[in-house]
Nanobody
C-alpha cells in the first residue's frame, strides 16, 4: 500500500495550493480519504475528509477555504487550499481508512506547506 502526497510548497498569505494524494495497493473506492496536518511539537489534526459517497467534512478552521475532492478512476484525492494563512503552515498527510474497521488505516509520508505573511 502506498499513499503519495504532492503539491506542497511555499506560498504567500492569500495564495492557493492544491495537494494531491495518489493511492496504490488498495481498493480506493471503498475508503474514506482524509487530510490531516501537523505542526512540529503539536498533535496531528484532521483538516477534512471525503467518504466513498463523496460526503465531505472539514475542520472549522478551514471551512469555506479548503475543498476536498476525489477521482476514483485515478485513485487520487485532492485538497484545494485557498486564502491560505500563515497558521495553515504544517506538514499535510493523506490518510485512507475504511469506516468502522477499527483500524487507523494507511498514511502517506506527508508534504510540507509553508505560508509566509
Amino acid at each position: 500500500v502506498q499513499l503519495v502526497e504532492s503539491g506542497g510548497g511555499l506560498v504567500q498569505a492569500g495564495g492557493s495550493l492544491r495537494l494531491s494524494c495518489a493511492a496504490s495497493g488498495i481498493t480506493f473506492v471503498i475508503y474514506t480519504m482524509g487530510w490531516y496536518r501537523q505542526v512540529s511539537g503539536k498533535q496531528r489534526e484532521l483538516v477534512g475528509a471525503i467518504t466513498r459517497g463523496g460526503t465531505t467534512n472539514y475542520a472549522d478552521s478551514v471551512k469555506g477555504r479548503f475543498t476536498i475532492s476525489r477521482d476514483n478512476a485515478k485513485k487520487t484525492v485532492y485538497l484545494r487550499m485557498n486564502s491560505l494563512k500563515p497558521e495553515d503552515t504544517a506538514v499535510y498527510y493523506c490518510n485512507a481508512q475504511v469506516p468502522n474497521s477499527g483500524s487507523q488505516g494507511y498514511w502517506g509520508q506527508g508534504t510540507q506547506v509553508s505560508v509566509s505573511s
